[in-house]
């Protein structure tokens, strides 16, 4: 049961709170959180479709699909059959020297799905590090064709692209997590995105001044994420496509967040018919269930790396990249793609989510409602007590989590419609209890 019947129920009653959560939680470092104020995390001892089962029985509707990755909702019996096919059969060999069919067949259907000229997939472990490789690969394209200096980066205002270091120093350093680190990491170029003559003009005499110092342009296609969930229009990323092109700097597109359907196309490239020169992959593509990313990239550059010379191949290798579980999940979940409609879905939310938070425009504290495929955006002028919304939420059955100064909805692609009124509901109701104390005017 979700919803009001436990409404007053306190979060973790004692005997509901189980042994494993007592012992254990003193010794956890949880993420994003600072550790003396937090709420709790609430003990989690199953999922099922789109809810997540708390420890005191309570279920919650999924609003955020597990950070953006479980497109087909929880347990689905085509992955998790998949996954123990492979388990009994090769969990894991080293991808150094032996290959397998999951990770092969893998490769070769993202190549197949993706728009054409991305054609060599390079396997890690997650989204951040599948950025890293993407940047290492960027750098050394030009490096192997004797082009010496070519370093640095151009990215976004309110992008993010992960929490390791060269990840980091292509997120808005400004506006986002990571300022701690701005004196240590490499600099780049974080400017507007080309929205409009002046900034396409400021962006192209960037360019037209530094290229001969930069490898590479990054950025979220059509949605920002973790930055603030930003939209963009689609001709911007035809500008960038045009501007790299001009001035001969690669093109990223970090889809981890926008692939698999999440901003309304199977990846954000088809919408605005631009093909970047390299592509990263992660979060959905194993549907929720086992660590992976890909980065692909364009025959060109790949070819920079084919050589007779040792010292221009790709110096990277994780452990576990293309571990056989997390393929086989990857592959189920395609077929999955391939079987169901899912993209239908997509749209169906999208309609949804546009009639049902629509209403929220004109509450008090409302800056902004917007909607693109299966992300629903409330943004109010401020928020100053987050976990207490947080909690607000957890109280209506939902588990959503607003962070900065925005409310947002990612469900499963699998939602209900019921379950989806429960989530629009919740947001509408939480905002109607405690939005004007947002309101920053
Ligand atoms: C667009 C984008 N890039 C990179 C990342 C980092 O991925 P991971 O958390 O798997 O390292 C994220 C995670 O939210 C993301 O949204």
Redesign the pocket.
Known sequence: MHGKADENRPLSTKAAVPDWYQAGLAHVWLPYAQMKTANPPLPVVRTSGNRIVLADGRELIDGIAS??TACHGYNHPHIRDAVEVQLQKLPHVMFGGLAHEQALTLARRLVALLPGGLDRVFFSE????S?EIAMKMAMQYWANRGVRGRTKFVAFKGG?????TG?MAVCDLETGMHGAFAGYLPQNHIVDLPRGEAMTGALDNLLTREADAIAGMIV?PLVQ??GGMLFHDASVLRTLRRLADKHEVLLIF?E??TGFGRAGTMFACEAADVVPDIV?L??ALTAGTLPL?ATIARRPVFDAFWSDDPAHALMHGPTYMGNALACAAANASLDLFEREPRLQQVAAISAALTKDLEPCRAMPGVRDVRVRGAIGVVEMQRIEDLDGWRRRFIEEGVFVRPFGNVIYLTPPFTITADELACLTGAVRKVIASIGAKCDGT
């Open positions: 950070w953006w997650s989204g951040s590090v950025v993010y692209h992960g929490d390791t990840a979220e994420g973790a970090d981890i967040f990263t992660s979060k990313a």
